[in-house]
């Protein structure tokens, strides 16, 4: 994803913020994920807004970054505890309150935790905190004892003179380091000298979500609180239209029916009282000008879109001169899906809106836009909106978006007392803002030995950014739509990709894990598998021979068909297929899966190994899960996932049938890391954007069909 920066100077402001001012008012409770409104800033020692440290040696690190399962709460930790020479056993987490200032993303310019940004732009500023924290606190020890602060080392949070012995623990240096000025200028350690970067850490925020005291904004209780759960319009743009309430008012624990223009809430004394009273209203919509609309009519639209030249968003030789001279020339049209969520936690948001006040409890990836929504809808200035992040029970791009918020914060202005509102799992499955469908056509030249000499890829779908961060639109260019399709790493002589823009107005669309790249991946490596088999070459040496000038890549793929024992016999039904990934997160993965293909169709993924180049690694076990994840995720969504419409509706509703992966179905994944000094890169989403790719091809090998449409079950059982 492709965005507005804030500016180097911006962020230097945001490092050496000196004070405790700055995060007034919040400290983790005791339960991981809690926060709890206080009085006054603790007294220590808070030198910019990532760190404080009290008298008593604590030090707690302010993650401005959500944990969704990604592993931020250690990540951070690690890069802070580096630099301030302090051990993970001796950090505690808090989440930063929202505050674009103070915790902007540099990717976007304000609060926000997706598109695998976070140790990719925070690795350095997080360092640097810990490295200004710890230069001052040897600085207030050797002003102590009246010496050089070259003489002075800290360890372990304690700063010994090393001539005379003498040491103090940064508890009791807290004070005086809290007087000094903060330095704008900081030395980082050498890599060579990490004890905790790049080594393997056990995840901080693990034995609360295993003896389960981890708070999700889910868990949330309040006194007095209600509980309510919605339904909206069926159909998007519907408005709600006759209410007959009558029966679900009879419901004990009922309490209340709040309309809205475009849904209806049952406020009830617990959830199942209020399930009940939602099934017991009779309603009429009204459902607007997109209530016949079927997936085949998005579909129609999209190919009729796709005949007509895009923007160029890369431009390298002359394409159409290459492809018209060319020995042999290949077309395709490749299609993939909209595609839902189905977080284990589902959209969910306490409220508690006062006369001089509003109160929030959520998980957001987004939370100064939480915030500002509260605002907006209340008619109160910011500052009289407090919102508590939790932990997220999975996020994948949905709760970039805070829909869930405005709409609760509506319901809770005709409740009196806080409102936990809570979407049942049809609900969420049913309007949910879906990965978009994208409609791609590819066309290629080959010479006489069967290399390429000219690719042009023209891709069409919506734009997320346009609406989610109208900056980073830019010349009619999506940067997110384009991610690695203006990547290609081939070397061809002769390049063209254009992007057609399309809305798609009868759902919401928005970012999936591996956002754009996912539709773009699929369509690139499973086009350079079909010049491989129209070249009659392996398809490993095939892009072998197009990767001269990515030596990095070259790498990837050589380890993992490595790994794989790739170019070895398999049974009959039985195929190995591989695929490379490169986006704008800097990250190379190359994944080879081995798949057996039923007489029936019935795809069963054995194995999948994956070589990851992420650049320098903070924690390789977060790395592997994160792979590991991104890869069960994908296969999901490859083989089964789809989202239908039919007259304006979503067809889907629940787990049977929006298929997810289970237990028993999940392949052995192997994960094998390069490791270098390169700058980070990307990880929580490329194991999501490779797989498709690499199950395509290993298809294609067992039974010699080529799919490009997803998801690949349905094609193979329709042939």
């Not at 935790?113 to 905190?129: D, H, I, N, Q, W």
């Not at 509003?358 to 500052?383: F, M």
């Not at 010479?447 to 609406?467: E, K, Y």
Request: aromatic letters at 6%; charged letters at 20%.
């Amino acid at each position: 994803m492709t965005a507005h920066t804030v500016s180097r100077r911006d962020f230097v402001v945001v490092l050496t913020a000196t004070g405790g001012g700055l995060m007034l008012g919040w400290r983790v409770g005791d339960r991981l994920g809690v926060e709890t409104a206080v009085a006054a800033t603790p007294p220590g020692f808070a030198p910019n807004a990532f760190i404080r440290i009290g008298r008593d040696g604590r030090v707690t690190v302010i993650v401005g970054q959500a944990e969704m399962g990604q592993g931020t709460y250690t990540a951070f930790p690690m890069l802070v505890a580096e630099e301030l020479e302090v051990g993970l056993d001796q950090v505690q987490i808090e989440h930063a309150p929202p505050d674009d200032k103070l915790y902007a993303n540099p990717l976007v310019g304000f609060q926000m935790t997706g598109a695998s940004s976070s140790v990719k732009f925070l690795y350095e500023p997080m360092r640097r905190a810990g490295a200004a924290a710890r230069s001052m606190l040897v600085a207030a020890a050797a002003q102590r004892w009246n010496v050089d602060a070259a003489s002075c080392r800290a360890h372990r949070g304690v700063v010994t003179h090393t001539p005379t012995g003498r040491r103090l623990g940064y508890g009791a240096l807290a004070h005086r380091a809290a007087t000094l000025p903060v330095p704008t200028q900081v030395t980082l350690k050498d890599p060579k000298d990490f004890t905790l970067i790049g080594t393997p850490a056990k995840r901080l925020d693990t034995p609360a979500k295993v003896n389960g005291t981890a708070q999700f904004s889910i868990d949330v209780r309040l006194p007095g609180m209600r509980i309510a759960t919605v339904a909206a319009s069926p159909v998007l743009g519907g408005k709600l239209g006759e209410l007959d309430d009558t029966k679900a008012k009879a419901i004990a624990g009922v309490r209340q029916i709040v309309r809205l223009d475009d849904a209806v809430a049952v406020v009830a004394d617990h959830m199942w009282a209020a399930k009940q009273g939602l099934a017991a209203l009779v309603i009429r919509w009204d459902d607007g000008p997109n209530g016949t609309v079927s997936t085949a009519d998005v579909v129609r639209e999209l190919d009729t879109a796709s005949q007509q030249p895009g923007v160029v968003a890369r431009k390298q030789g002359d394409a159409a001169a290459a492809l018209a001279g060319a020995a042999n020339r290949i077309e395709a049209v490749y299609q993939v899906p909209f595609l839902a969520h189905t977080t284990l936690e589902p959209p969910n948001c306490t409220v508690y809106v006062r006369p001089d006040g509003c109160e929030v409890w959520t998980g957001s990836q987004v939370l100064s836009r939480a915030q500002a929504t509260a605002a907006k809808v209340t008619g109160l200035p910011l500052e009289k909106v407090v919102v508590h992040n939790h932990l997220l029970g999975g996020g994948f791009g949905r709760r970039l978006e805070h829909d869930y918020v405005t709409q609760a914060v509506r319901i809770a202005k005709q409740v009196e007392g806080p409102v936990k509102v809570v979407w049942t799992r049809e609900e969420e499955v049913q309007h949910d803002v879906y990965r978009p469908y994208y409609y791609d056509r590819v066309a290629a030249g080959l010479d006489a030995r069967g290399q390429p000499i000219a690719w042009t890829h023209r891709l069409v779908g919506p734009s997320i950014l346009a609406r989610w961060a109208p900056p980073a639109f830019q010349n009619g260019l999506d940067g997110d739509a384009l991610d690695g399709a203006v990547h290609l790493l081939y070397d061809i002589p002769a390049i063209q990709v254009e992007y057609v823009r399309h809305e798609e107005p009868v759902v919401n669309t928005g970012f999936w894990r591996g956002v754009g790249v996912t539709h773009n991946t699929f369509v690139i490596e499973s086009f350079i598998d079909e010049l491989a088999a129209a070249a009659q070459q392996d398809p490993l040496e095939y892009r072998l021979a197009l990767l001269g000038k990515s030596p990095r890549a070259r790498a990837v793929l050589e380890l993992a068909a490595k790994q794989a024992g790739w170019g070895t016999k398999l049974p009959p039904g039985r195929g190995r297929g591989i695929a490379l990934m490169y986006s704008g997160w800097d990250t190379y993965l190359v994944a080879v899966a081995e798949v057996a293909v039923s007489p029936s169709g019935e795809v069963r993924v054995n194995r999948v190994v994956c070589a990851v180049d992420c650049g320098s690694i903070v924690n390789p076990d977060t790395v592997k899960a994160q792979i590991e994840g991104g890869v069960n995720f994908g296969i999901g969504g490859a083989l089964w996932g789809e989202i239908t419409l039919k007259n304006g509706r979503v067809e889907q509703s629940n787990f049977h049938n929006v298929r997810v992966l289970r237990i028993n179905e999940t392949p052995a994944i192997e994960v094998h890391l390069v490791r270098n000094s390169e700058a980070p890169g990307g990880i929580g989403e490329p194991g999501t954007a490779v797989t498709a790719p690499a199950l395509a091809n290993a298809v294609f090998a067992a039974i010699g069909k080529r799919i490009r449409k997803l998801p690949l079950e349905p094609q193979l059982r329709s042939a």
